[in-house]
Every structure is written in C-alpha cells, then in structure tokens.
C-alpha cells in the first residue's frame, strides 16, 4: 500500500506548521502512530504521562507560541481524558486541535467495546468545529477546517478517526465531481482597527478624563510598548487580569499590578478612585472589582466583539486588535497636562511593593510561603517562562513576581483548573529548549498529577539546550486556598477530611528519577535553594515546606469576609491559633517594623 489516510494527515498538519504533537498511544491510534514514526523528521511525537496532560502542553504550546496546539489520544478512555485540557484551551480562547481515535466503523453503533459518542462528547468544548470521519476523500478539508478554525475562531476543533480508516489509503485529492469537497492549506488574519469616527469617540471620552485607569489582559499580549504610550501620554496606571501579567512589565511604577481577590491593593485603590476606565484586551469577570456602574466612563477594546460590554457598562466597545487600535488612537490623544492623578497611583504602587516585602518577611512555620516567591522574583532568568497552578500559588504568582520585559507567564485563566502548571512548563521547553522554565504548585496539584509529569520531565531533558527547568511545589499539606474560601466565605472551619494533604518528599522523588532537588524547611534556607536550583545542570524540584495558615489576603477585606472569618475561628478552626498569629502579622506587616 501506498500513502495511508494516517500518512496523509500528519502530512497535512506538517503542511499546515505542525511540528509537534503531544499524545498517549492506545489501539485507536495505531495507524496515526504508525505515520508519526514514519514523519519523524517532519512532526515529533512528545509521549506524556496521561492525557489530560497532552491538552494542557498544547494549550500552552498555543498561549507561549501563538501557533496552533495539537494533542492526540486513543479512542473511548483515551479521549475523555483530554476534556479538561481542552477545556482550559477553550475557556482561554487557544487554538488547540484535537485528534481522537474511534472503534472501527463497522462496529460503530453495536455497543462495542470502548465505543464512545464521541462527537457528542467533544460537542461543547469543540463546538465551532467537531466531525467524524468516515471516507478518505474528507482528510484534505477535515484537516484544514480543523486547523483554519482553531486559529480563525482562537478555539478547539476535534477530527475523529477509525480505527480502521487510518490504514485506508488516502486520497490526496477528491475526484472533480458532484458531492465533494475541495480544499487548501493556509489562512491569513486581517488588520482589524475600528473605524476613524469610532475612534475620535473613543479619543474625545479619555481626552475628558482626569484620573483614567487601564485594564490590560491576555488579549494585550504583543501590545506592551502601545499599552506604556498610551499609558504615558493620559497619565494612567494599567492593572493587569492574571493571564494578562506577562503583557506589560511589572517595573514600571505606573503598572499597579494584578486586579481581583489575588490582585493588589494598587489596583484596587485606583479602580475606585477613576473617572474613565479603558479595557483592553480583558474580559476580566469579578465587576465588584471594577468602578461601580456610573463612576467611570468605559471604553472596552477586544478582538472577539462577543466579549464586549459584558463585565462593566461601557460607554464605548471597540472590536478591534489591541496593538493595532491603541497604534491609531494614539495620534488622538492629548497629552494630560496636570500629573496628579499619575502620583497618586506611582506611590500606592511603590509602597504596596514594600508592603509584599514585609509580608514576605515576616516569620511563619516552617516557613512564609510569600518568602519563596519575593526570593524568587529577583533570580528570575532574562526571558524565562513561567507557569502557575490554580490556588494560593496563583495569589502568590499574581502578587509577588515582577516580571521583565521578555519575560512571559501563564496559567489556568477562565477554568482555573489544578494541574496544568508542570505541563504548561514542559511544552515551553519544548517550544523553546535555550530558556528556562518555572513550574510554581501546590502539593495537591503536585500530587493529582505533576508528580507523574516529572518522569516525562526525565525522559526529555538531555535533549533541552538549557535544561533548567524548576519546579517549585508549595507543600503546606493542605488544600490551602478551598480552605482558605471554606473560612472567609463560607464562615466554616476547615474540613480536615478533605483539606489536609499527605505529606511526601518531592525532592527525594525528584532525585530518584535522576533529576536534582532540595527540600527547605527554614526561610533562611530559600535563596539558597533558588540559587541551587537556577545553577544546577539538569531539571530541578524544590520542596518548600510551607506554613498553610499565612493568608492569601485580598486587596481589600469586606465586612461579610471578616464575619465568615470569624465564624470560622469561633467554630474551633482546627488552626485558630496559628491562622490568628497570621493574619495579625500579614494585617499589620506594613505599620511593624521589619525584624533585621
């Protein structure tokens, strides 16, 4: 036989850029697998230890590239494992394809064994684009749908294929009848700007304001030298939604920081203190965090006009690319004159960092988990990645990190999912094997199913020109930020049966798999540890034993939030006494000198 259907689309997705995909094996797959083996020149297959995880490296792959992921993963099993990758794909707006197995079409419809309702399944995660394919003549238009879509639509699509249609041979080209379909490789974006009168709107509505405040997002990504013009010329300060914290560097005084309960206090002050509010690129969902409806003026400017007007009641919604609008309203803009409002927010910036310092400081047992990240930020490599879980380490990720120019960070935005920060480190090493990479866990993220990922860290790194790639698991043995919402908004007490984690040594792991690692039980231990772990020559686990009652403290603590707190203490909160000795601290850090 000569080019098989399983030949022909891994053909096609080389065609289409692909050169990586990222999988388990399975019998659904053999005769893709087969095609890999015989196109490893062109597309590398990357073995993970379980799917779910080979959706989240091509969500990443997306978000650190701007290419498109792919993942594939064996009929029934193998392909509900990928849901809540591509879940977390699709709710952070990434082009993922996914590529899935199915039962032989003859047996398809009689109960057989692993037979699933796959199209079904993938029907709302992969609703712009989820077929399954039946005839060889499809492969050509299948693929490039799939593939013009994820990236037209910034979405997930699904092709499903028998078992048994990827050894037919292909057929590269539908005869030129009746009932086919024919089609091509490629797809070019356009400049999308608003229209000239829409931004004389837009300019008049800032040009009127005396205390503006921006708000940037992942959607601000590649716009960071606009979003400081910009910025600079109306005298505003940017806040930064989580997944925009790469977007514009954090050592500018203007920049206030995160925005929202992991946000920072910056933010929140300048929030409620503008008369004009400019979104871009954000759809940042928590409006209690936001100016009250009818203290600002808004402008929203977003690519995906779905997105618009739906968090604050906007006076103005611009569809249109971020980089490209703020480039053409620029010339619109005057200068503000009077630099008041600029002050205002370059001092609430500068002291809430010496703020993060004295909390970082401050004593804990064993140690502050705060400490880990503020020693971390200042070793921060030029040009690294860095990679978040969901939980106390994205406070800390949002709070404590100052990024640089170059630098780029992500994690679980819009599903807020745990597990995806040791796969989202491992695609970027994949993607770019000469920076270093991050990874920042919790334990109970850790242990759903980083721990397993730190052998598919071992079977790569030899090949990574760098090979530092740093794992930092916070290990608090405690499900610490769902404790954290059962205390301040539920007003109960920790359930140990389900909060407490169980201890374990990840950095005796880490070195039984050939890798390096520390564990830290002592603040004083931290730096050094960094500095270990950015020296070493191969991948590296830090075990950061962590003190579970310091508090992800929000900007800003509601009468509602100490009540429920208080609740919890009065319900015999099985930490009372040390939460108590915390939160004090953490509270009256900034008005308390610092211990030399």
């Known amino acids: 036989m000569g080019t098989t259907v399983g030949d022909f689309l891994i053909a ?35 073995q993970v230890r379980h799917e779910e995880m080979a959706a989240f490296m091509a969500c990443a792959h997306a978000k650190f590239t701007g290419q498109v992921g792919v993942c594939l993963a064996t009929s029934g099993p193998g392909a509900i494992h990928l849901l809540n990758g591509l879940y977390d794909a699709q709710m952070d707006h990434q082009p993922v ?43 050509p238009h299948l693929i490039d749908r799939a593939m013009r879509i994820a990236i037209a639509e910034r979405t997930v699509t699904c092709v499903i294929v028998p078992g048994d249609l990827q050894q037919v041979e292909a057929v590269k080209q539908p005869p030129h009848i009746h009932g086919t379909v024919h089609s091509t490789v490629g797809i070019t ?36 030298d606009e979003v400081i013009e910009v910025a600079e010329v109306l005298g505003a300060g940017v806040a930064k939604a989580l997944l925009g914290k790469a977007a514009v560097p954090d050592d500018y005084p203007f920049v206030t920081g ?48 779905r997105m618009l007007g739906i968090r604050y009641p906007t006076e103005l919604n611009l569809i249109g690319d971020s980089a490209e609008t703020l480039r053409a309203l620029l010339p619109r803009l005057q200068r503000k004159a009077d630099r008041g409002w600029r002050g ?6 500068a002291e809430w960092w010496q703020v993060l310092e004295a909390r970082a400081m401050q004593d804990a047992d064993p140690v502050n988990p705060q400490r880990v990240f503020w020693e971390l930020s200042a070793r921060l490599p030029d040009e690294c990645i860095v990679s978040a879980d969901s939980g106390t380490t994205a406070t800390w990720y949002a709070r404590d990190l100052k990024f640089r120019r170059g630098m780029m960070g ?21 993607c770019y094997p000469d920076r270093v990479a991050i990874a920042l866990v919790g334990d109970g993220a850790m242990q759903m199913s980083g721990m397993n990922e730190l052998i598919t860290i071992a079977k790569y790194w030899r090949e990574w020109t760098d090979p530092r790639l740093i794992v930092l698991v916070v290990n608090n043995r405690d499900l610490n ?9 539920g007003g109960d007490r920790k359930f140990e049966a389900s909060q407490d984690v169980p201890d374990f040594d990840y950095a005796e792991y880490a070195r039984m798999l050939g890798l390096g690692g520390v564990r830290v039980d002592r603040p004083d231990a931290v730096g050094a540890a960094w500095d270990q772990a950015f020296a070493s ?51 009256t850090a900034p008005v308390r000198p610092r211990k030399k």
Request: glycine fraction near 10%; aromatic fraction near 8%; charge should be negative.
């Open 481 to 489: 930020m769902v404790t954290w919402e059962e205390r301040v908004l």
């Open 97 to 139: 394809v996914a590529i899935v197995g199915q039962s032989a079409r003859a047996a398809i419809g009689g109960s057989y064994q692993q037979e699933v309702d796959l199209h079904s399944l993938f029907k709302d995660v992969a609703h712009e684009y989820v077929q399954v394919a039946s005839v060889p003549e499809q492969f």
């Open 410 to 430: 992500s994690l679980s935005g819009g599903l807020a999912t745990m597990g995806p920060a040791v796969p989202y480190a491992i695609a970027a090493k994949f």
């Open 189 to 224: 974006l356009p400049r999308v700007v608003p229209h000239d009168i829409d931004l004389e709107r837009a300019a008049d509505i800032l040009n009127a304001g005396s205390k503006i405040a921006m708000l940037i997002g992942a959607g601000a990504l590649g716009a960071a």
């Open 344 to 349: 205002t927010i370059e001092q609430s910036v």
């Open 12 to 46: 096609r997705l080389a065609e289409w850029g692909v050169t990586r995909v990222y999988g388990y094996p399975g019998d659904g797959i053999n005769g893709l697998l087969g095609a890999l083996d015989r196109a490893q020149d062109k597309v590398r297959f990357v």
């Open 537 to 587: 020559d191969r991948p590296f686990v830090i075990d950061a034993l962590t003190d579970p009652n310091v508090p992800p403290l929000p900007p800003h603590i509601t009468l509602d939030q100490a009540r429920s707190f208080t609740s919890a203490i009065l319900k015999r909160d099985v930490e009372a006494i040390g939460l108590m000795r915390q939160t004090f601290k953490d509270v």
């Open 258 to 305: 995160s925005i929202g309960l992991l946000g920072t206090r910056a933010s929140y002050e300048m929030m409620n203190g503008c008369d004009t509010l400019l979104m871009v690129g954000s759809s940042f969902p928590y409006s209690e965090f936001l100016p009250k409806p009818g203290q600002a003026r808004g402008i929203q400017v977003d690519i995906d006009g």
